[in-house]
T-cell receptor, first 114, second 110 residues
Framework: KAGVTQTPRYLIKTRGQQVTLSCSPI?????VSWYQQTPGQGLQFLFE???????NKGNFPGRFSGRQFSNSRSEMNVSTLELGDSALYLC?????????????FGDGTRLSIL | GIQVEQSPPDLILQEGANSTLRCNFS?????LQWFHQNPWGQLINLFY???GTKQNGRLSATTVATERYSLLYISSSQTTDSGVYFC????????????FGTGTQLKVEL
């Protein structure tokens, strides 16, 4: 079956703009989590959505937000982009929240801020 | 929060050599995964191993949960094994939040 699909793969924006990234989980998976990867901070948890509800949130400013739809697809939005938001954004899906199941990652969206 | 430390941070091997990567964590976990990130940024699942030992081809992993560490063994390394290896853990009650280590950068040379 198809893996986790993230779109777009690459994105270039300028400071002050906003951006929306999309993640489609593996079929049947209901939990979607988002991570940011930068050279300086490594891989950091942004938030998790399950059954259209945010279940968990990392230590990021309110400019970072997300949502989940009834088909489990998720979007994350970053408003008022800053240079430091340049990163690889990874999405992971899992069957359920807080379950003893592995998480599977998409190929990521590489966001560059000019 | 939980701390995850990986060692060594960097490793250079000749093709055919064996290696052991280590992951130490500071608290009890109910999930531990090993990933390989290739040069294109893709995170590939290697093992889901909260405890015990698993093997998959030239790779194997062991987690000793009571002593809070996990080991990843790579045997007969190949140039395609190059990349960054991450371990990631989840604590009970933390939903699906994974806390990642800082990774081991592996380069396998001919």
């Amino acid at each position: 079956k198809a893996g986790v699909t993230q779109t777009p793969r690459y994105l270039i924006k300028t400071r002050g703009q906003q951006v929306t990234l999309s993640c489609s989980p593996i079929s049947g998976h209901r939990s979607v989590s988002w991570y940011q990867q930068t050279p300086g901070q490594g891989l950091q948890f942004l938030f998790e959505y399950f059954s259209e509800t945010q279940r968990n949130k990392g230590n990021f400013p309110g400019r970072f937000s997300g949502r989940q739809f009834s088909n489990s697809r998720s979007e994350m939005n970053v408003s008022t982009l800053e240079l430091g938001d340049s990163a690889l954004y990874l999405c992971a899906s899992s069957l359920d929240s807080n379950s003893n199941q592995p998480q599977h990652f998409g190929d990521g969206t590489r966001l560059s801020i000019l | 929060g939980i701390q995850v430390e990986q060692s060594p941070p960097d490793l250079i091997l000749q093709e055919g050599a064996n290696s052991t990567l280590r992951c130490n964590f500071s608290d009890s976990v109910n999930n531990l995964q090993w990933f390989h990130q290739n040069p294109w940024g893709q995170l590939i699942n290697l093992f889901y191993i909260p405890s015990g030992t698993k093997q998959n081809g030239r790779l194997s992993a062991t987690t000793v949960a009571t002593e809070r560490y996990s080991l990843l063994y790579i045997s007969s390394s190949q140039t395609t094994d190059s990349g960054v290896y991450f371990c990631a853990v989840r604590v009970t009650g933390g939903g699906n939040k994974l806390t990642f280590g800082t990774g081991t950068q592996l380069k396998v040379e001919l």
